[in-house]
């Protein structure tokens, strides 16, 4: 191996080992140590100057204990289990949102279709936070959306809907949209029209057509664009925070209020890691499913 | 043939206006009058006025530009890399292991990247500051740089280097007047995403700052827990409007790039 393809490989490498795979492993240790009051807030520290006794002592002062905890305290547990509920829920109202636009960037005229493209990029492209802070102003009580509902007389009193789990839904289906309309759209845009004509020649309905044929096609985008906003939204700190309310559990406002509020790192560290478990399942699917369509594609 | 029925259009025009009201409405109230931001009390634009007077917010916006810049070059450098590594890189040990850390950054949700980083500059002794979330963000943008890259690398016709070398040029120069100039779209579009990645994190940086180095997100995000202010809004009005020039002279840009290069190639086969 020369030189030049040693440095072009070690660079990232050394990079990559340094500022992730050891953070990494650092949050793993911290997660089976105990809570101390101390800086840094947490024992046992490794002891370089003991040598090889101070890796010893470090690995058996090691525990579950913050696991154990979490396992006992129902908090945690209804945290998890409500980041999952409402990822999933708020993924199927993308999906519902997006296939409609998707299916209709399809069909329209192939003049139109790059400033539809950029129109669908472009807010994705723009501050996740504003956009997250837009709504704060429309769902208040007070806000546009109350207005002019009251105006219209179709409602007697102001809805509540920031502060509560639907401002959540709203807030991950408009953040994460983007990503459930583009992988529908790709898979879409191959689909071959004769295709429905053929379908209903052969006796089907225009929605048994729709339904056998486009959704049909349409399903690896589906499934894609289904990970692409579940995966990130589990672990959403900002959307829970800014439009849900104290009763809105999500794992990772857990997380962060465990380390910023209570600093209690130990705690902090094992919410990370079972997060993380909690991950791989989605993402080896996700991963499962490209593969599929890479194979099916060649 | 395709056409464009009563539902696609319904779809369309609802879609459209669920994604662009809010947008627009936020910058309409950037310029209401009132301190209220849910009464219209007639056109002002005194809240960018006070916006400038605000020094706490020019001081973030600064070091955001800093942390963005330093941090999105040093990322399309290292992404850059990390994609001929991944494309052409071959067999090596351990390479496993680095496509799954490229990888793996993507998908790991913010607040674990922030956590684990930041107790690896409390372990190493760091001061937390501009520096560390330089490399925060630089850390997981290269991971996006090599993705668009390395999309670029794969389509590209190896043999067009081989000939320059084949023609007395050095690995180097091959790669500097073959290589660079095909790529450079991707490579460009890659500095472009970690940069608005950059601007754009609240979480990771959250994390990784200072007392002394407050970011601008860090700093909508404290203010908007207060509650909804003009100034925001005038200040979110302000970041849109620089995005959306900023997108919409890229795509223009890299189309003509793209556009010429097919030119190029057309004229090279003739």
Same mark, same amino acid.
Not at chain 1, 113 to 119: A, D, G, Q
């Given at each position: 191996m020369n030189f030049s393809r040693k440095f072009l490989i070690g660079v990232p490498y050394v990079w990559l080992l340094v500022l992730f795979l050891v953070p990494f492993l650092i949050v793993f240790k911290i997660a089976l140590s105990d809570y101390a009051i101390s800086i840094p807030p947490y024992a046992p520290t490794l002891e370089l100057a003991n040598g090889w006794q101070g890796i010893v002592d470090l690995i058996s002062g090691l525990d579950f204990e913050n696991f154990v905890f979490l396992l006992d305290d129902d908090l945690y547990w209804k945290a998890y289990l409500?980041?999952?509920?409402?990822?999933?829920?708020?993924? $199927?109202? %993308?999906? =519902? $949102?997006?296939?409609? /636009?998707?299916? !209709?960037? *399809?069909?329209?005229?192939?003049? &139109?279709?790059? @400033? =539809?493209?950029?129109? $669908?990029? =472009?807010?994705?492209?723009? @501050?996740?936070?504003?956009? *997250?802070?837009? &709504?704060? !102003?429309?769902?208040?009580?007070?806000?546009?959306?109350?207005?002019?509902?009251? &105006?219209? !007389? *179709?409602? @007697?009193?102001?809805?509540?809907?920031?502060? %509560?789990? /639907?401002?959540?839904?709203?807030?991950?289906?408009?953040?994460?949209?983007?990503f459930m309309i583009l992988p529908i759209y790709a898979s879409l845009e191959k689909l071959d029209a004769s295709l429905l004509e053929a379908a209903q020649d052969l006796g089907c309905t225009r929605i048994g057509a729709f339904w056998s044929v486009t959704v049909h096609l349409a399903k690896p985008g589906i499934i894609a664009g289904c990970f692409l906003v579940f995966i990130p939204a589990l672990g959403e700190v900002v959307i829970p925070s800014l439009l849900g309310g104290s009763r809105t559990l999500m794992i990772g406002k857990v997380l962060w209020e465990e380390f910023f509020s209570n600093r209690d790192w130990t705690v902090a560290s094992a919410v990370a890691i079972i997060l993380l478990l909690i991950l791989v399942i989605p993402i080896v699917l996700f991963q499962r499913n490209e593969q599929k369509q890479r194979e099916a594609g060649k | 043939m395709r056409k464009l029925t009563w539902f696609n259009t319904v779809s369309l025009t609802l879609g459209f206006a669920f994604l662009y009201i809010p947008i627009v409405i936020l910058v309409v109230y950037s310029f209401n009058k009132s301190k209220l931001v849910t009464i219209w009390g007639g056109f002002s634009p005194k809240w960018y006025g006070e916006l400038l007077q605000n020094q706490a917010f020019l001081d973030a916006a600064k070091v955001t530009l800093q942390v963005g810049v330093v941090s999105s070059t040093l990322a399309t450098i290292l992404g850059t890399m990390a994609a001929f590594v991944i494309v052409r890189g071959g067999r090596f040990y351990g390479r496993t292991l680095f496509s799954g850390m490229i990888y793996a950054p993507l998908v790991m949700p913010e607040v674990i990247t922030g956590l684990s980083l930041l107790l690896l500059f409390i372990a190493i002794g760091m001061d937390r500051g501009v520096t560390t979330i330089v490399l925060a963000h630089a850390t997981f943008s290269m991971c996006y740089v090599s993705v668009v890259v390395s999309s670029r690398l794969v389509s590209f016709d190896q043999s067009l280097e081989e000939a320059a070398q084949d023609l007395g040029c050095t690995p180097w120069d091959a790669f500097k007047s073959v290589t660079l100039p095909i790529i450079a779209p991707a490579v460009f579009s890659g500095w472009l995403l970690a940069f608005t990645l950059s601007l754009d994190d609240l979480v990771i940086a959250s994390f990784t700052s200072g007392p002394a180095s407050t970011t601008l997100p860090i700093k909508i995000f404290s203010s908007v827990r207060l509650g909804v202010s003009p100034e925001i809004n005038a200040l979110s009005t302000i970041m849109i409007a620089l995005v959306t020039v900023g997108v919409v002279t890229a795509s223009i840009v890299s189309k003509r790039a793209i556009a010429q290069q097919k030119r190029d190639e057309q004229m090279a086969e003739q």
């Open positions: 409500s980041s999952v509920q409402i990822a999933a829920t708020a993924t $199927v109202l %993308t999906l =519902l $949102v997006g296939f409609p /636009i998707a299916y !209709g960037m *399809v069909n329209a005229p192939d003049e &139109w279709r790059p @400033s =539809l493209m950029m129109l $669908v990029i =472009l807010p994705f492209w723009t @501050s996740f936070l504003i956009r *997250v802070y837009a &709504w704060i !102003g429309l769902l208040s009580n007070e806000g546009l959306l109350n207005s002019f509902l009251l &105006w219209l !007389g *179709v409602i @007697s009193e102001p809805l509540i809907i920031l502060n %509560t789990n /639907i401002a959540v839904y709203i807030g991950i289906v408009y953040t994460y949209l983007p | -």
